[in-house]
């Protein structure tokens, strides 16, 4: 104490113990006060708002805080239904922060070496511990993650969360839909198996193929696209360790990157175009108008001040909070509900269930037949009519098809409500049934008679009509051919856009069961695998 | 740029309590033709970093093996065989008249290696292509036949396989 008193003063101690002057026993004082309270002022200082009991704290909490603040502070009890999301966003995401934790760990053992990569999965499996278990529910959720995409996107689509104001996150969606599809197959080049080596060959080739047009054309020798992007993705003219090492770089770290920046975007936009898109309530829809003062007219009790000058349809103007509640805990609750169910399910997967792994590369000889993960079979399917148009010109016609229907389809419409009432659900059924016909004839046909090529009186067409007239492209005028007729029949382009994403959604699922089951040994048809010939 | 002034009133109504504002001053065309300067040089040096960026995983030299392999003396070829040479994906083929040809297995949809049938046809196993017996397409999404590679002798008597170099379709090598 005295050694403190280096400067004494007037000031009777103790009377202010905030309030410090230096070199006084009330500095002891007011530092073993802080001393004590040290929990409360380092937790204070991180969360600004007291115990979440209060529906008050409770928005401040949700407001105030990083991550629980991609959630509104109230949210509308319809978005809380689980009839309008099916949760498979969230699910989604869940997904891939699994997969994002996993794949971490698997990094630590799993080494990019064309001669030491197929080891390593194996030490992983059987001699780093938990390492199996980590690897399947990495494996597991990677599947559950694209075919969580593809589900998501199609209830987005079917509940018209898809159209205006939210047609610009639609096709950030369409990105992440992409993005995905391109983190699983960098993904399984990985182990560096039979299925790796020939799944890079044949990508890569893909990623050549525009030579088919450019040979057809006879333009390669000025434009070589195709070779270009071969080179870019491998690094060699064959499949190798420059290959590898440019996957790994692909998969670990630039194509995350995206995906997390994507996201972030995504669900951003998700609460800036005015929260999920849900069954309205009939709310007299009065235009948006400019509001110069920040004057409260209704019940709101929100002040509008900063969208004075906003004159856009910006969702939220005009709009009253009624019928919402509190999002903590009633949002929060639900999206931790989901996460745990996600994570159970993929922690059960993962421990019962192990991640295929095949033979080891093999540069000489290919599986036979040598099939692609179920959601790249579809995809499989189109190349086997061919390489350029299945692999890349239909892909790439439906990726922007899908993206461009929230523009072309302005049509209002109420949101939230599955299939827009009762004329879409009957337009999707006639198009699965239109589908599934149109799609098993092709199937059929091509199965017994082969196409073009195969055939005598076209051995004098020209290539380039061969790649561009084949079954995959005729599907996809048909699809196309439908929905616009679908327009003309019902006068509405939001039932022709049901129609050509019904079209596309059945098309998919029937060639990826067609592939699946139906292609055997040298992509033959057989009717069951236990009908495949052995060796 | 002039234009953009022009209209930039139209362009950007603004509420009258703003546009009366006397702190509000609507920016000079000078100033705009400035701004869009700087704006299209950002994105010109942004532009051309990128390609910069991306130069670099572009090889200028290419990791290469060999594509010229010994494959034994003609000798070792019977009369009237075909051979398996897995290793370097090609069947050499040796006719009765002592003609001999190379076959790469290479199938030319997107690389896969077409195993050979007893009956001379080869498939694919990843989408279905047949070739015949000579490598011209029967089936399938192959765009066109499986290439003839070269073959050539060395000095010291043995057959040169050329995995990188076709020659035409029918090309014997008399030995
Ligand atoms: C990595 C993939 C994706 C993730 C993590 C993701 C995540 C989310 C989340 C968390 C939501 C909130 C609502 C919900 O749970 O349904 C959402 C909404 C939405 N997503 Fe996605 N999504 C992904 C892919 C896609 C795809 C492929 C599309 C479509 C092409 C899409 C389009 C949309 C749209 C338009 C909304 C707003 C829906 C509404 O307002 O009701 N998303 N997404
Ligand atoms: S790679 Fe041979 S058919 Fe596709």
Redo the contacts with the bound molecule.
């Keep these: 104490m005295t050694l403190l008193s280096i400067k004494p003063t007037g000031q009777s101690p103790g009377d202010d113990p905030g309030h410090r002057y230096e070199g006084e026993p009330g500095a002891v004082k007011a530092y073993l006060h802080n001393l004590k309270v040290l929990p409360r002022t380092i937790r204070d200082s991180i969360v600004r708002h007291g115990r979440p009991v209060s529906d008050r704290s409770r928005s401040q909490a949700v407001m105030g805080n990083f991550f629980l603040h991609v959630l509104p502070t109230r949210t509308h009890v319809n978005?809380l239904k689980f009839k309008?999301?099916?949760?498979?966003?969230?699910?989604?995401?869940v997904l891939?922060f699994l997969l994002v934790i996993t794949g971490v760990l698997l990094m630590i053992y799993y080494k990019p070496d064309v001669n030491q990569a197929y080891d390593s999965m194996w030490d992983i499996m059987y001699v780093v511990p938990t390492g199996r278990f980590m690897r399947n529910i990495h494996r597991w959720s990677a599947h559950a993650?694209v075919a969580?995409?593809?589900l998501?996107?199609a209830?987005?689509?079917y509940?018209s969360?898809?159209k205006a104001p939210?047609?610009f996150?639609?096709?950030?969606?369409?990105g992440?839909?992409v993005?995905?599809l391109f983190l699983s197959f960098t993904g399984y080049l990985l182990p560096w198996d039979q299925l790796a080596f020939w799944a890079i060959t044949i990508g890569s080739n893909i990623a050549q193929s525009p030579r088919e047009v450019t040979e057809a054309l006879g333009i390669t020798q000025q434009f070589d696209i195709g070779g270009m992007q071969k080179e870019l993705l491998l690094g060699a003219h064959y499949v190798g360790q420059e290959a590898l090492t440019r996957f790994y770089v692909l998969h670990v770290m630039i194509l995350p990157m995206v995906?997390v920046a994507?996201?972030g975007v995504?669900?951003w936009?998700?609460r800036k175009?005015?929260?999920?898109?849900?069954a309205a309530e009939r709310i007299p829809s009065t235009p948006p108008q400019i509001r110069a003062t920040t004057k409260s007219s209704g019940p709101s009790t929100k002040t509008w001040g900063l969208m004075a000058i906003i004159r856009s349809k910006t969702p939220h103007v005009d709009k009253e909070m009624t019928n919402t509640v509190p999002s903590y805990p009633n949002a929060l609750y639900a999206v931790g509900a989901l996460s745990m169910l996600t994570v159970a399910v993929m922690l059960i997967m993962g421990y019962f269930f192990d991640a295929p792994l095949r033979e080891i590369a093999n540069p000489l000889v290919p599986e036979n037949p040598a099939k692609a993960p179920w959601y790249f079979l579809g995809l499989q399917e189109l190349v086997g009519y061919s390489a350029f148009m299945g692999g890349v010109g239909i892909p790439a016609i439906v990726v922007l098809g899908?993206?461009l229907i929230p523009y072309l389809d302005r049509e209002q419409e109420e949101?939230?409500r599955w299939f827009s009432g009762r004329s879409g659900g009957r337009v999707a059924l006639w198009s699965l049934l239109f589908t599934a016909i149109v799609t098993v004839g092709m199937l059929v046909f091509t199965v017994n008679y082969g196409w073009m090529r195969n055939w005598e009186m076209t051995r004098t067409v020209p290539q380039i009509v061969i790649v561009l007239v084949n079954p995959g492209t005729v599907l996809v005028t048909l699809f196309a051919a439908w929905s616009v007729w679908t327009v003309r029949r019902t006068s509405s382009t939001r039932l022709g856009a049901i129609a050509l994403f019904t079209c596309f959604l059945v098309a998919f699922a029937i060639m990826t069961y067609f592939a699946l089951v139906h292609r055997g040994p040298n992509w033959q048809f057989y009717w069951w695998p236990s009908t495949w010939p052995v060796h | 740029m002039g234009g953009t002034k022009k209209n930039g009133e139209q362009q950007h109504p603004l509420p009258p309590s703003l546009a009366q504002s006397e702190r509000f001053v609507p920016p000079k065309t000078r100033r705009d033709f400035l701004g869009l300067a700087a704006v299209w040089t950002a994105l010109g040096t942004f532009f051309v970093a990128l390609v910069g960026a991306m130069r670099l995983p572009m090889p200028s030299v290419f990791p290469e093996s060999n594509s010229r392999s010994k494959i034994g003396p003609p000798s070792a070829f019977q009369k009237g065989s075909a051979t398996h040479l897995v290793h370097l994906q090609a069947w050499i083929f040796r006719d009765n008249d002592g003609g001999m040809y190379a076959i790469s297995s290479v199938c030319t949809h997107l690389g896969c290696i077409a195993g050979r049938q007893d009956t001379g046809e080869f498939l694919c196993p990843c989408h279905g292509s047949r070739f015949n017996a000579g490598g011209e397409v029967l089936g399938g999404p192959a765009p066109s036949a499986l290439s003839w590679l070269e073959l050539s002798i060395a000095p010291d008597g043995q057959l040169v396989l050329d995995r990188q170099r076709s020659v035409k379709r029918g090309t014997r090598l008399m030995a």
Excluded at chain 1, 169 to 174: A, L, Y
Aim: hydrophobic residues 55%; proline residues 0%; glycine residues 12%.
């Design positions: 978005s309008t999301t099916l949760g498979l966003g969230v699910i989604t995401l891939f993650m969580c995409v593809i998501h996107m209830r987005v689509f509940t969360a898809c939210r047609e996150n639609w096709v950030v969606g369409m992440l839909f993005v995905t995906l994507l996201v995504h669900v936009r998700v175009d005015g929260g999920l898109a849900r899908l993206a949101t939230g």
